[in-house]
């Protein structure tokens, strides 16, 4: 497609509940990112892939939070046994190429319009 | 990565200028500043970039003073659509470093 698509754009889930959160991202890109945003907050860096490795999941929160993409493509979030403070928007990014780069435009992220996760 | 300082907030009459600074006195040789912004309920756009140079595209201008402490993103004519939060974000290249948000300058643009 044309961006990076996320779904669902919005989720209410009960306390405990588990959730996925799924990323499409642009067609032939190598590296995909996901960032939390809190209200009122910048987003923050949870984990990136390279295709289909996870090279970087420093950012995530607790080991309640699991992010795949297993063929390289679409990668899938999820939140087990959520909590209130889960609550937030989740983004998902991608590029072209593989982070690292010597290239300086290889740092160019594309973002999704994100989902928005309600823990009630 | 080097961290940034920008003012929290700033107003812009349509069709003026729109001069957002950005300071980031630690950074060093190999990061690049970025600029990127967010619009009420959608995801971060990227702006531009640049390394020392000033950089120009259809969308913005960068300048970047001599020492590279500090920079400008300038929108020669603000319109409304303008109004978002506007990130500086300081990046080393030959790294597989994320990009890490501040929370930016809330610019909003006015009639």
């Known amino acids: 497609g044309a961006g990076v698509s996320q779904s669902p754009r919005y989720k209410v889930a009960k306390r405990g509940q588990d959730v996925a959160l799924r990323c499409d991202p642009i067609s032939g890109h190598v590296s995909l990112f996901w960032y939390q945003q809190a209200l009122g907050q910048g987003p923050e860096f949870l984990t990136y892939f390279q295709n289909e490795a996870q090279l970087d999941k420093s950012g995530l929160p607790s080991d309640r939070f699991f992010a795949e993409r297993p063929e390289g493509s679409v990668s899938t979030l999820k939140i087990q046994r959520t909590q209130q403070e889960d609550s937030a928007v989740y983004l998902c990014a991608s590029s072209l190429r593989v982070q690292g780069g010597l290239a300086s435009g290889a740092n160019v992220l594309t973002f999704g319009a994100g989902s928005r996760l309600t823990v009630l | 990565d080097a961290k940034t300082t920008q003012p929290p907030s700033m107003d812009c009459a349509e069709g003026r200028a729109a001069n957002l600074p950005c300071n980031h006195s630690?950074?060093?040789?190999?990061?690049?500043v970025y600029w990127y912004r967010q619009i009420h309920s959608q995801g971060p756009q990227y702006i531009i970039h640049g390394l020392k140079n000033n950089e120009t595209n259809e969308m913005a201008s960068l300048i970047i003073t001599e020492d590279r402490k500090s920079s400008t993103l300038i929108l020669p004519h603000a319109t409304l659509r303008d109004t978002a939060v506007y990130y500086c974000?300081?990046?080393?290249?030959?790294?597989?470093?994320?990009?890490?948000f501040g929370t930016g300058t809330r610019l909003q643009v006015t009639l």
């Open positions: 630690t950074i060093s040789g190999n990061e690049y």
């Open positions: 974000i300081v990046r080393a290249t030959g790294t597989a470093s994320k990009l890490t």
